[in-house]
């Protein structure tokens, strides 16, 4: 299946390059391929930065400057 | 199976949409790609800090103005992405309102580059590699969005 998709991927890039620049195949940590676009992606790293990163500032605060 | 006026009809159709598809906005095809690149660079640099801090090869107070600018980045990119996602063409208002949010990003990476201090070389060479790659495609995308 994710051969498959791969090779619908090629071409589509092939055929219609600048829809295919938004298109991408989306292997998840099952392995699973399923055909998103690339801001769906980038909505993931986003997504995960905010997360590790809120989390991290409300462990470390800024120390407060002494009066 | 199919008389020839109703193929030839089904045949402009495709040829339409390939050549709609085929045409579709350079500015928001850059505009994609380079939130795409945006993301990724701003996740490693997170991660690179994060793992760095808590291994104890870099303070907190190292750390804190590289994860606020990340941070900054990722909450901006998620809003241009939820902008753009559906569309097939980035209009001259839109280009407009999108353009400072990326100016205003990229200026606040080069202040991070400009002020970075992580006593640890390795540390340091990574965080800088990332940051270095998010300017270049906020640079990318200024361009494409017309400067």
């Known amino acids: ?67 | 199976m199919f008389s020839r006026p109703r193929l030839l009809f089904a045949y402009a159709i495709v040829a339409a949409l390939v050549f709609q598809a085929g045409c579709s906005d350079s500015a928001l095809t850059a505009l994609s790609k380079g939130m795409v690149d945006v993301s990724a660079a701003n996740q490693a640099v997170t991660a690179t800090v994060i793992t760095a801090q808590m291994n104890g090869t870099m303070t907190a107070d190292e750390a804190r103005p590289v994860l606020q600018v990340t941070l900054q980045v990722a909450q901006a990119g998620i809003q241009i992405d939820a902008t753009i996602k559906g569309l097939s063409a980035l209009t001259p208002a839109q280009k407009t309102s999108i353009l400072p949010t990326i100016k205003t990003l990229a200026a606040g990476v080069t202040n991070t580059v400009a002020t970075l201090n992580i006593s640890n070389v390795a540390v340091r060479t990574a965080v800088l590699a990332s940051l270095t790659t998010i300017q270049t495609a906020l640079a990318t995308i200024t361009v494409a969005l017309g400067s």
């Open chain 1, 1 to 67: 299946m994710p051969t498959a998709i791969q090779a619908i991927l090629a071409l589509i890039n092939a055929a219609i390059p600048n829809v295919a620049n938004l298109i991408v195949a989306i292997k998840d940590a099952n392995g699973n391929v399923s055909i998103g676009t690339l801001l769906s992606s980038a909505d993931v790293n986003f997504e995960q930065t905010i997360t590790q990163t809120q989390a991290w500032l409300a462990a470390h605060p800024a120390p407060t400057p002494k009066a």
